[in-house]
């Protein structure tokens, strides 16, 4: 396991954001090196790991000390090529999940206060992440694995608009679409990646700039022609029974799709199919994660088909 500087794990990176004051707003009383209280009921121990796995990385990216923070650890030796990207991938990722709580979440109480805490700390992160002169300027066009974490930010972009685009300054708004017009350089292979590029151009249409509508019906019809039936594609021309539909294939055609129905000419069939493979994909899902629900009717399944919406 690797360690930054300071001798620090990436567990215990993580550990730290428990005694930082990300629980307060819950009135947690977690301290350093104490065991976490269980949670009472679902949603708070839902927060409970969003704030675990939230705070130590917006926090630190908001004030610049990310890269200074955070380990990077890799598999056989791969520390140097790994340095280059896990820091944008900590920032897409988690953003890309938190992004429906902060854009939809309660609207009074304190769990309120604490979605407009991580709000305001996602904004300064991008900040952070897009400005040249940040100590955490993050890297988006080096190598190929920008690509994938730039798709994963945009796609933050696209579920949270208000939040995490509108309440952005001006000025960090014109560094967050310099940097996804920065991914262009890179050639996503022919596989799922062609949805990193088509959602990164989404989004870029959604913030008023000039986007490629090319790189979007390239997209859409390749992973049109890939589709196995049962609500399922393949990741390329191959089937993989993994979790890159329900990760990155479903969701980004869903959001790719709402702006292609404006602007595709002669729209493939995956448009005509509207959303029917992402509400089967997501009964396929439960059906895996959870067995023994197997025959429950299709209401019993709506709140997690809702998921993919």
């Given amino acids: 396991m690797k360690t930054n500087a300071a001798g620090m794990t990436r567990r215990n990176f ?5 005694v930082a004051g990300a629980l307060t707003s819950l009135e947690a009383s977690a301290q350093s090196g104490a065991a976490i209280t269980p949670a009472p009921d679902d949603r708070a121990l839902w ?9 130590p990385v917006l926090s630190a990216l908001s004030q610049r000390k990310l890269k200074s923070t955070m380990p990077v650890e890799t598999a056989h030796g791969n520390d140097g090529n790994r340095r280059q990207f896990t820091h944008l991938e900590a920032l897409g990722r988690l953003l890309t999940g938190l992004a429906p709580w902060l854009e939809s979440g309660p609207t009074a109480g304190k769990e309120r206060e604490l979605r407009q805490q991580y709000a305001l700390l996602a904004r300064q992160a991008i900040q952070s992440a897009t400005d040249p002169a940040s100590a955490d300027y993050l890297n988006f066009n080096k190598g190929q694995q920008p690509i994938v974490d ?3 930010l945009a796609l933050a972009v696209l579920r949270a608009p208000t939040e995490l685009w509108q309440k952005l300054d001006g000025v960090t708004q014109r560094q967050l679409v310099e940097a996804l017009q920065s991914t262009r350089v890179i050639l996503p292979g022919y596989s799922n990646w062609l949805m990193f590029s088509a959602t990164i151009e989404t989004a870029l249409a959604f913030m008023g700039v000039w986007w490629d509508p090319m790189r979007i019906d ?6 049109d022609s890939w589709y196995k039936g049962d609500g399922v594609y393949g990741d390329g021309p191959s089937f993989h029974w993994d979790y890159y539909n329900s990760f990155v294939i479903q969701p980004m055609l869903l959001h790719v799709n709402t702006l292609a129905r404006g602007i595709t000419i002669n729209p493939p069939p995956s448009l005509v199919r509207s959303v029917t493979p992402q509400f089967r994909s997501g009964s396929s899902v439960r059906r895996a994660l959870f067995p023994r629900s197997a025959g ?11 998921l993919l919406r």
């Fill in 14 to 18: 993580l550990k730290s954001g428990v």
């Fill in 47 to 55: 927060i409970e790991i969003v704030t675990r796995i939230s705070h």
């Fill in 150 to 152: 730039a798709a994963f």
């Fill in 218 to 223: 390239y997209a859409l019809r390749a992973v």
């Fill in 296 to 306: 429950h009717s299709a209401t019993a399944s709506e709140p997690f088909n809702s």
